[in-house]
């Protein structure tokens, strides 16, 4: 089964990358970082020069930056870190090339000696510092990184997500399983878990969401809820220009180890909780008996998770910073929303909530972790978790919740008429 | 009442009571901007301790209840048991362990912390002799000094108000005459004026005159006073002419180099309070003040540990490493960290941030220090732990600038509760979760 799978994912990988019209090589490497010799450069941003030439595919001689191919005009001396006989061969292509632009084998020729060339410089390192190094990227990352970019995956997966519910759950492995794909290739490509700032949290929630949906599968509704929440979720990354979320790492987030058990369990948690609302918002509209069940069930796996993940956080802070618990305003939130889902919880092993406000407050709950998500980052901007904060979008984040809290009221008021009838 | 002690409505209420209290906290903290102010209001507040109590006896309790155990009740037993282990594992840390800071340039070797929160008074007398007060429960004494020290409450402050405050602070340490406090009066009564002299068509306030009245020129030195006589009066001269700040330092200035050959012809110490405001603006200008500058002067952020101390009726703020005058200039007083000593040495040989290549976004700080005669290597997330149970974590580097000394900051803690309680408890707690989880929904 498994090697079927390896086999499966290989031959699809090779047809994808076929389908690329030259080695990502020759091609504007958006993630290689440019070289700071300007001298190298500068004429590249002359309007009269080609694209191309602006394009970062030369490994420079500083180890780690990358050269545009105009780097080549000035022969004085090899600037990078190709050998000698190849860089002029390089050279004269390029400047065949220039002269001849529409060629198609000099063209190919030039993508042929960058590929070729790159091989002995692959999983080399290029800057060490104590416990850790960089390497350069092997020609599969590379290639992987090109794929990444060139596939429309967010549209194209966020609008499977929302139509899978109404083909019937059959239909939403298949873009789950791409997902699966992607965020593989992304770890593959970045070498660390895909949650390392809010574009990549964006990413991976909506996976816990159609995965544990899948899960639950035997229910169709939460399905439908997983559908719609997973599909909405990458919607959302696709419209708020976040970008790819494949920046640096700053050095208090490098340690996979930490990174992967905390952020992993605590936002893996956000989508369970997400899913738990959102099937908290379909009972209002639709009562059903078994509803109330997945949404405890839904509640307990979150809760579980983020529980777990807020502590192993909390032993991340005790075995760094060297104090387990400080009431930094992460934490303080991670606090509150803990505390929202365990009244809940508590509530309700006692049969102290009906069906109708468990529906309710798991829905209302979630506000709490959009706060704790989002409002801690990009609103309050206090704290240790410095390094994730950003701006923008305040105003729509709360116009969402208030208008989100109305069509709750409305639903729940709507609701409580009915049942009094 | 015991029954309600330990029934899951009172968990209800300590959970919902906790919710709203942290809710608050994270509120002061993002309004004030300042982390001591919610911790001062909720975190070490005593009902969020009343929270924590009540939640200990609750767990207590509603454990008890269950007496004698069955096999159903090990999920609950489980988890509640690790939550209890996590809040006496902090108590124990907090009575017991050690967190602070060691700061270290490179080259240089120290074993003393400095802790985070406590902090201490130096006070000096014109003798040199140093005093150090540890303030208890907001009181001081000193066996120096005559009057009780009182730290009072800081008052609501606008960053505004806090910035007002430093730069009074700063005039004061370059002007040595002793105003009671009222620099940040004057300061106001003469800020947004375009140029020239403190204007005196306002009539000063009585605080001000009385400030003016008590303040000692007499310890200014002969030339400095001079200086601000004559600067006073060539700007006085130019008045007609709306004589702008920058003519004014100038003018100030220039005459502050001549200021050992003028004739002192007036007695600055009987001169009326009209006349003192003119000639400390004057003098401000001689030293590079001036109130236009202030209106641009960068915010200061209130929680940077300003505080506020009363003796003897005379209010003072202090930053760290501010220094302030009290009783006409007598004593002099500081703030300082509290400090503790820890049974290693260690010493900074090199530290240095590697960059990303081609951008100055850093990719890793890290230091070579030696540890009691051991070379060790630190970094961030590399963290080192001494036989002894401290540990020494690499949490600042500055300058980033190779060509400067640079300088680390290590947080270093000792907690004897985390392997004992603390760690076993959370591992407790999440077990206990996945117990609860597959007690429910066993059945599906």
Known sequence: ?421 | MIRFLCSVRFALVLLASALGLVIAATWIEAVTGSHEAASKWVYRSPWFLAVLVGAFINILGSALKRWPFQKRHIPFLTAHLGLLMVISGQFVKLAFGVQGELLLAEGAGSHTLLLDHHYRLAIEDQQGRVDLISMKKGRGESTLFPIELVEKEAPPLEVDEAKWISLAQRVERELPISMGGSWLTYLKGWGGVQGGLFPIERPLSDDLVAALNQSRWELLPEPLQATALWSARMIADREEAQTGPLLCISIASQVEQMGERLPLDLDLSSATAETKALLLSALLYARGFHPQSWAEEPGVNPSEGLRFFECNGERVALSHHGKATLLGGAYSMRLQWNEQEIPHHLRLHDLRTVCYPGSSSPYGYEGRFSIDGERIELAMNRVYESQKGYRFYLAQVTPVEEQRAQRAVLIVNRDPAKRGLTYPGAGLVALGSFLFYRQRFKRR
């Open chain 1, 1 to 421: 089964m498994r090697i079927w799978l390896l086999l499966f994912i290989s031959i699809a990988f090779k047809v994808a990358a076929a389908s690329l019209d030259s080695t990502p090589l020759l091609y504007e490497g958006r993630f290689r970082p440019a070289a700071s010799i300007p001298s190298l450069w500068e004429e590249a941003f002359a309007e009269t020069e080609p694209l191309e030439s602006r394009w970062r595919c030369l490994p420079s001689r500083r180890f780690g930056e990358w050269l545009p191919l105009c780097a080549l005009l000035k022969s004085e001396e090899n600037p990078t870190l190709y050998p000698e006989p190849l860089f002029h061969q390089l050279r004269e292509c390029y400047l065949a090339l220039r002269e001849e632009p529409s060629s198609a084998p000099l063209r190919k020729e030039l993508d042929k000696l960058l590929w070729e060339g790159y091989r002995p410089l692959a999983r080399t390192p290029y800057l060490y510092a104590y416990g850790k190094q960089r390497l350069y990227p092997s020609r599969f990352q590379l290639e992987l990184e090109l794929l990444l970019e060139r596939l429309p995956l967010t549209l194209s997966l966020a609008i499977s997500y929302l139509l899978g519910w109404i083909l019937g759950p059959l239909l939403f492995i298949a873009p789950f399983a791409l997902h699966t794909l992607w965020l593989v290739a992304r770890i593959a490509v970045t070498e660390r878990p895909p949650v390392s700032n809010m574009a990549e949290t964006l990413l991976y929630v909506p996976w816990v969401v159609a995965g544990l949906s899948l899960l639950l599968s035997r229910y169709r509704r939460v399905v439908i809820c997983g559908g719609l929440a997973a599909g909405g979720l990458l919607l959302l990354f696709w419209l708020s220009h976040l970008g790819e979320g494949m920046e640096n790492l700053p050095p208090v987030l490098d340690s996979n180890r930490w990174l992967g058990a905390h952020v992993l369990l605590v936002s893996g948690s956000y989508g369970a909780l997400l899913l738990a609302s959102i099937l908290g918002h379909s009972y209002l509209i639709k009562p059903s008996l078994r509803t109330p069940k997945r949404i405890l069930q839904t509640l307990y796996i979150g809760t579980g998770m983020l529980i777990g993940g807020t502590l192993l956080g909390a032993v991340w802070a005790a075995e760094s910073w060297g104090r387990f618990w400080d009431w930094d305003p992460k934490e303080s939130w991670a606090f509150i929303s803990i505390c929202s889902y365990l009244l809940i919880i508590h509530a309700r092993q006692f049969r102290l909530l009906s069906d109708l406000w468990l529906a309710l407050s798991a829905a209302l709950a979630f506000f709490a972790i959009t706060f704790t998500w989002y409002g801690v980052n990009y609103l309050l901007k206090t704290g240790l978790h410095s390094y994730g904060f950003g701006q923008g979008g305040g105003g729509l984040y709360l116009a969402a919740m208030a208008a989100d809290a109305l069509l709750l009221t409305f639903l729940a008021l709507h609701r409580k008429k009915r049942v009094a009838q």
